[in-house]
């Protein structure tokens, strides 16, 4: 008699491991998109470079320089615009375009989505 034995001991990922590939796949498809990579690298250079040109020399009262507050508030936008608007405008895109529902249907867990989201 012949006995079925499972061989290739198959273990399914992570939500981790799956959320990291998740990730991977969003910085490419972001990296494809001219527009979203200008607003988010180069049109602050710009900003920053334009400003930098405008206020030079000292803040008022201290020792610091206007370039040095201008480093630090591009930087704090350019964050807060990344993480907050991109992430709320790209997962309503997802939903309105369908690709939500699709990724339900796949054995993908949830957190994955996030966790790949939060990685992007």
Request: proline content about 4%; cysteine-free.
């Given at each position: ?16 491991s799956i959320g990291m590939a998740q990730a991977r796949l969003d910085i ?93």
């Amino acid at each position: 008699m012949s006995t079925l034995t499972n061989s290739t001991n198959l273990t399914m990922p992570s939500a981790l491991s799956i959320g990291m590939a998740q990730a991977r796949l969003d910085i490419k498809l972001f990296f494809r998109r001219k527009d979203a990579v200008f607003f988010t690298f180069l049109f602050p250079l710009m900003i920053l470079t334009l400003f930098g040109m405008i206020f030079s020399g000292k803040v008022d009262g201290t020792n610091i320089e206007y370039s040095q507050v201008l480093v630090a508030g591009i930087i704090a936008s350019g964050v807060a615009s990344v993480t907050f608007m991109n992430l709320g405008v790209g997962i309503a895109n997802e939903r309105d375009e369908g690709r939500l529902k699709r990724l339900a249907g796949t054995p993908m867990p949830p957190l994955s989505y996030f966790i790949g989201k939060v990685g992007l």
